[in-house]
């Protein structure tokens, strides 16, 4: 159960920021083994029957707070071609969610996401940002593929190493996985 049905606004809106923000700090503090549905409830300052009504369990709100965290703050820098753009855009994603917190906030996304909501939803940001770089290139009159093809070549891989393979990625990995979207002449 996620509250991504939730009305926006209004006190469900202000539920959820405050029960988001207290995870997030309880988080920083103590860490995710000891956080409690009461401990989060009192530092958001709801009851903790609103907290297992939203969310149900601490895995379900983890995962709800991931897939918030992991959304982008801004559209991927636009740096004039489509290679650069691709390539800019594959490096950060590969260096934030590799990183610890990054996996981290994966990990509680797909954690406490027993229905697929919320990781649907974490590829649906992933592919927006490259819809937006494939969109301007287009417009540019650049030949793009398509926007299916660069998740299975870029998302896909990059994923499946962050969860199943972590190791050292780097800049040319991703740069790599942007070739076998846009072979160089």
Do not use: K
């Amino acid at each position: 159960m996620s509250v991504s049905g939730a009305r926006p606004g209004g006190r469900s809106a202000r539920v959820q920021q405050a029960v988001h923000a207290a995870v997030r700090e309880l988080v920083e503090e103590r860490g995710r083994d000891g956080l409690t549905i009461p401990v989060i409830a009192a530092r958001a300052g709801v009851t903790p029957s609103t907290v297992y009504r939203r969310w149900g369990d601490v895995h379900e709100l983890l995962s709800d707070v991931a897939v918030e965290h992991l959304r982008p703050d801004s559209p991927p820098e636009d740096l004039g071609s489509l290679r650069r753009d691709l390539d800019a855009w594959a490096w950060q994603f590969l260096e934030e969610m590799s990183s610890p917190p990054g996996r981290a906030y994966i990990r509680d996304a797909l954690t406490g996401d027993p229905d697929g909501g919320n990781a649907g939803q974490c590829s649906e940001y992933a592919a927006q940002q490259i819809a937006v770089i494939l969109d301007r290139a287009a417009g540019r009159g650049e030949p793009v593929p398509e926007l299916e093809n660069a998740m299975d070549r870029l998302v896909a891989p990059m994923m499946y190493r962050i969860l199943f393979r972590p190791g050292p990625l780097t800049a040319e990995y991703a740069r790599g996985l942007v070739d076998t979207v846009l072979p160089r002449p």
